[in-house]
């Protein structure tokens, strides 16, 4: 039963992964047609800066979250109070953070399927 949340949290990480290399195929054909240039490298090296500069903080923000909500590892069994600011810090600061990621996305992402086609046409015609 455990099973079954994990190898769910793996597929729509798996499924993320997936979407992050098209998006970032799509920029690069958009790059193109915008710029005149084909900067694969650049695009595609800047995502794993952002990967490695985001786990980075995460990190950082995890240690102090540890910090703040005094998790002592020397004991059996954490306080109350601990325990509520563990769940609450693993589950609030991510819903903020995902509802305004989709909010984001959906407002300023411009590269949709109809746009995809446009930019397919203009470097055929290349």
Do not use: H
């Amino acid at each position: 039963i455990l099973c079954i949340p994990g190898i769910m949290i793996y597929l729509g990480y798996g499924m993320l992964n997936v979407i992050m290399t098209i998006f970032l195929s799509d920029s690069v054909d958009y790059g193109e047609v915008k710029n005149a240039t084909r900067d694969e490298s650049v695009i595609f090296s800047m995502q794993t800066f952002t990967v490695k500069l985001a786990s980075g903080l995460a990190v950082f923000l995890a240690g102090l979250v540890v910090d703040w909500i005094n998790l002592d590892t020397t004991v059996k069994v954490q306080s109350a109070k601990t325990l509520t600011g563990l769940r609450l810090w693993m589950t609030v600061p991510a819903i903020i953070l995902l509802v305004i990621g989709i909010f984001v996305y959906k407002s300023r992402y411009k590269l949709d399927d109809k746009k995809m086609e446009e930019i397919k046409k203009q470097l055929d015609q290349k």
